[in-house]
C-alpha cells in the first residue's frame, strides 16, 4: 500500500478556455481542471505524494485527463475508469481575469463517485484527505463518499466552494454543518460565501459560527484582501494580508491552489499559519496562468514570494 501525503476526492474536467466571448469560430485552448485537480497539482508542488480519487471515462478524454493528472506529478492509482460522458467546462476570461462558466457535466462518470471508490486503509494512512463542497453536490454518492471520506481520515480538510449552478444555499450550507465536526480545517470564503451559506460576510463572524459547529480550524480567505485564521484548541486567531499578485490572467482554480498548498504543508509538518502564508503566496502566483493549472509554481517560487510579501 502506498502511503500518500495528501489524498483528494472530485471530478477531473476538460477544460475549454478562451479570452474571447462564447461563440462559434472562437480559438479555445484544451486544458484539464476542475477543482480536484487544481488541488492535487498545488500540494503536489508543495512537495507532497498526492493521489486523486475520481472516476475517470474511458476514451481519449479520459485518456488525456490522465495523462495530466501524471504530469502534474499527482498519483493517477486511485482513479477508477469507467464508460461515459467525461465532464467538461468552458472558460471565458477577460482581461481582468473575471470568469464566465459553462459546465457540461451532468450525468457525467465523475458524478457516480461513491463509497465504494473509497480505500478505507489507504485514506486512513494518509496525512490529510481534502474535498469540497463541489464533488459533495455533485450526486447522492458523492456527497456520501465526501462524508466517508471525512470520517475515514485522520486530517480532513474541506473547502465549501459553493457553487449555485450545482446546489442550493440551504442545501450546501446543511452539507457544510455536517462535514464541519469531522474537519481538522475548513476553507471557506467571504463574503459571498459565507454569507450564502451562514448569513454573514464577516470573515471573523463565520470562523466562529464554524468552530460552534465542531470544525477544529477555519481559514476565512478573502480574495486580494488576505486570510482570516482562527485555530482550533482555542489558539489566538490571526488575519494574514493578502500576498500581491505580480499579474492576473485568469484567478480561475485560485482557492483550489490554497487549499491544496495548506493541505499538503500541514500533512508535512507545517503549523497552520505558515502553512496559510504559503497557500496565499501560492494562490497569489496561480492568477498568472491560464486556466485552472495554467500556473502552479514550484515549493520553492512560493516561499521566495512569500517572503518578499
Given amino acids: ?69 501524471r504530469a502534474l506529478g499527482v498519483d493517477d492509482a486511485l482513479l477508477r475508469r469507467a464508460r461515459g460522458q467525461q465532464g467538461v467546462y468552458l472558460l471565458h476570461s477577460d482581461p481582468s481575469g473575471q470568469r464566465q462558466f459553462s459546465y457540461a ?21 494518509a496525512g490529510a484527505v481534502l474535498a469540497s463542497g463541489i464533488t459533495a453536490a455533485l450526486s447522492g454518492t458523492a456527497h456520501d463518499a465526501v462524508l466517508a471520506a471525512a470520517k475515514l481520515g485522520r486530517r480532513f480538510v474541506y473547502d465549501p466552494n459553493f457553487r449555485p449552478r450545482l446546489t442550493s444555499s440551504a442545501a450546501a450550507a446543511a452539507v457544510l454543518a455536517e462535514v464541519a465536526p469531522l474537519a481538522a480545517l475548513l476553507t471557506p470564503s467571504a463574503p459571498a460565501e459565507t454569507g450564502a451559506l451562514l448569513g454573514t460576510g464577516d470573515p471573523a463572524t463565520a470562523a466562529t459560527m464554524l468552530r460552534g459547529l465542531g470544525a477544529g480550524a477555519v481559514a476565512v480567505t478573502c480574495g486580494d484582501r488576505g486570510v482570516h485564521v482562527s485555530p482550533s484548541a482555542g489558539g489566538p486567531e490571526r488575519w494574514h494580508p493578502a500576498v500581491p499578485a ?3 490572467v485568469d484567478q480561475t482554480g485560485a482557492g483550489d491552489v490554497f487549499a491544496g498548498t495548506v493541505t499538503a504543508r500541514l500533512a508535512l509538518g507545517d503549523d497552520l499559519q505558515d502553512a496559510v502564508q504559503l497557500g496565499a503566496a501560492a494562490a497569489s502566483l496561480a492568477v498568472g496562468g491560464q486556466g485552472g493549472t495554467g500556473f502552479i509554481a514550484c515549493l520553492e517560487q512560493v516561499r521566495a514570494h512569500a517572503g518578499a510579501a
Fill in 105 to 125: 457535466r451532468a450525468g457525467s462518470v465523475g458524478a457516480t463517485l461513491s463509497p465504494a471508490d473509497l480505500d478505507a486503509d489507504t485514506l486512513a494512512a
Fill in 246 to 248: 505580480p499579474s492576473v
Fill in 1 to 69: 500500500m502506498t502511503a500518500y501525503d495528501v489524498i483528494v476526492l472530485g471530478e477531473p474536467l476538460v477544460e475549454v478556455a478562451t479570452t474571447d466571448p462564447f461563440g462559434h469560430g472562437v480559438p479555445a485552448t484544451l486544458g484539464v481542471s476542475g477543482d480536484v485537480v487544481n488541488s492535487a497539482a498545488a500540494a503536489a508542488a508543495a512537495g507532497a505524494r498526492v493521489a486523486i480519487v475520481a472516476r475517470v471515462a474511458t476514451g481519449e478524454l479520459g485518456d488525456a485527463v490522465v495523462a495530466r493528472i
